[in-house]
């Protein structure tokens, strides 16, 4: 059994409207992230909030267990919920994840977290989760520690390195957000470069 989980539950202060309203070339990002990996996997999930009424369609919609503004609330969320340890959790605003990374990502077994790491940092929005790294998790919030960061340092992580990453994502386009509405413009312009070579 493999799940995804997008999480939805960020403040969306800088684009200025809620990021589950993306869209890119017409098409929701969510929209998008499920044509590109949603087949990977057996339940497909998005973590909120608050209580909201979606259309999207594939997917159940579930509300944050902690009142935290923090991402590893969404992470604690969905490992609550799900029943597998193959659980991959990423953010409603990336719309350029690299299908086969997730899938090499995916092959691993008996980690806490299989995790992208460069240049010194992790990608924990674009990561494998297993319901051990809950107890990891919880800790880390009982002492005000809110960083996912801090979580994986401490916990029993496959890296998967640069060199790893680059056979399959050559321009880390994996791990780019829309964060702000010129990040929006720059992902239409991505989008219909990536269209028009496929013509």
């Known amino acids: 059994m493999k799940n995804l989980f997008i999480l939805a539950g960020g403040k969306s202060s800088r684009l200025g409207f809620d990021k589950l309203n993306i869209t890119i070339c017409g098409k929701n990002v969510v929209e998008i992230i499920d044509q590109n990996i949603g087949d990977l996997f057996d339940q497909k ?57 997730v899938k090499y990502m995916l ?26 790294f809950l107890k990891s998790a919880l800790e880390c919030v009982s002492k005000g520690i809110l960083s996912l960061n801090f979580a994986l340092r401490n916990s029993n992580i496959k890296k998967i390195e640069l060199n790893e990453i680059l ?33």
Do not use: W
Not at 63 to 89: C, H, R
């Open 167 to 199: 056979q399959f994502d050559s321009m880390l386009m994996s791990f780019k957000n829309i964060n702000t509405i010129q990040d929006l413009e720059e992902a239409n312009e991505q989008f219909k470069s990536a269209f028009a070579e496929h013509v």
């Open 107 to 132: 092959q691993f077994e008996g980690y806490d977290a299989v995790v992208p790491f460069y240049n010194g940092y992790f990608e924990p929005l674009c990561c494998v989760y297993s319901k051990t």
């Open 45 to 101: 999930f998005i973590v909120v909030k608050e209580e909201k009424v979606l259309k999207l369609k594939n997917f159940k919609v579930i509300k944050d267990a902690l009142k935290i503004d923090a991402p590893v609330a969404g992470v604690i969320t969905s490992l609550i919920y799900s029943q597998s340890d193959k659980n991959f959790i990423c953010a409603c605003d990336m719309p350029f994840i690299n299908r086969d990374l």
